[in-house]
């Protein structure tokens, strides 16, 4: 079972070495939900990811912020993990989960064979709301499939997090506008 309400991050920075991929960070994450985080490429998506990760992550990943409240069960597939180009294995991770409560992917259809993919939105969409799923992805075509909520990250800044018609239909920011016609 989950925790009710949502799975708050403030005030996260992180960064590899002297570099700062994330800065100053506050964001709530609906439980029970399917965030995608979307943004150009070197924006801090998978750092977020691994942020929320917790263990497993990097060891040159350093972390400083709140997060909250623990989670205990986790799940992640990182990007380019052995194995995950391998027709079916993705899958078969989501099929035989233990009891995460929290699923986090990165660049899953990328991953994935092309004929996998709509299994996999359909299995994505039955993980909630027993799981709260996060997926950074480049793909603004599964991310409007697939979510409840989007964020925005560009260059380490949240520029928006919104319910997935409002961002896709109503963006707030024009650097949204501008994600959402260039891609970048």
Request: charge should be negative.
């Amino acid at each position: 079972m989950i925790p009710s309400g949502p799975w708050s991050i403030r005030g996260l920075r992180a960064g590899y070495g002297a570099k700062t991929a994330i800065h100053a960070l506050d964001l709530d994450l609906p439980l029970g939900r399917t965030t995608t985080v979307v943004g150009p490429g070197g924006s801090g998506k998978t750092t977020l990811l691994w942020a929320v990760a917790g263990a497993g992550r990097p060891e040159s990943l350093w972390l400083e912020g709140d997060f909250g409240p623990p989670i205990e069960a986790r799940l992640v597939v990182p990007q380019k993990a052995p194995r995950c180009s391998e027709p079916g294995y993705v899958l078969g991770l989501l099929e035989n989960l233990p009891t995460p409560s929290i699923v986090l992917l990165d660049e899953p259809f990328v991953q994935v064979p092309e004929e996998e993919h709509e299994a996999l939105h359909r299995r994505l969409a039955e993980l909630t709301p027993d799981r709260t799923v996060v997926c950074v992805t480049h793909n603004l075509r599964h991310s409007r499939r697939m979510s409840d909520h989007v964020v925005l990250l560009v260059e380490g800044e949240l520029i928006e997090s919104a319910p997935v018609d409002d961002f896709f239909e109503r963006p707030q920011h024009p650097r949204t506008t501008d994600f959402l016609i260039t891609g970048s």
